[in-house]
């Protein structure tokens, strides 16, 4: 098990910042790709980014340019810096830990087996 929280979200202006937090548990983060995803209101999960234990990054094309993925193995913490911020970015923002690598994994939810709670992120016009 590997227990995730996410923390950072809040209510920011259009253009605008937040930076996520995602804390987790274990001796086995560094081995963990990281990625973050989201849900808007009626809307299925989507992915947004993800690290792998390697370094590579990977982001979707609504995101790239604006937000930016990093994490620190020492306090097994991926954290997810969100800039130019816009009102569509509105959604519950979750963590996950997977094993896999490589872009046709990581951005599906099945490449994950872990999952935070979740965190708010609401950017009004």
């Known amino acids: 098990q590997v227990p995730l929280v996410e923390s950072g979200g809040g209510l920011v202006q259009a253009g605008g910042s937040l930076r996520l937090s995602c804390a987790a548990s274990?001796?086995?983060?560094?081995?963990?790709?990281m990625g973050w995803f989201r849900q808007a209101p009626g809307k299925e999960r989507e992915f947004v980014a993800a690290?792998?234990?390697?370094?590579?990054?990977y982001y979707a094309d609504s995101v790239k340019g604006r937000f930016t993925i990093s994490r620190d193995n020492a306090k097994n913490t991926v954290y997810l810096q969100m800039n130019s911020l816009k009102p569509e970015d509105t959604a519950v923002y979750y963590c996950?830990?997977?094993?896999?690598?490589?872009?046709?994994?990581?951005?599906?939810?099945?490449?994950?087996?872990?999952w935070g709670q979740g965190t708010q992120v609401t950017v009004s016009s």
């Open positions: 690290l792998s234990r390697t370094g590579s990054t």
């Open positions: 996950a830990a997977g094993r896999y690598s490589g872009y046709s994994r990581v951005i599906l939810e099945q490449g994950y087996d872990y």
């Open positions: 274990g001796r086995t983060f560094s081995s963990y790709t």
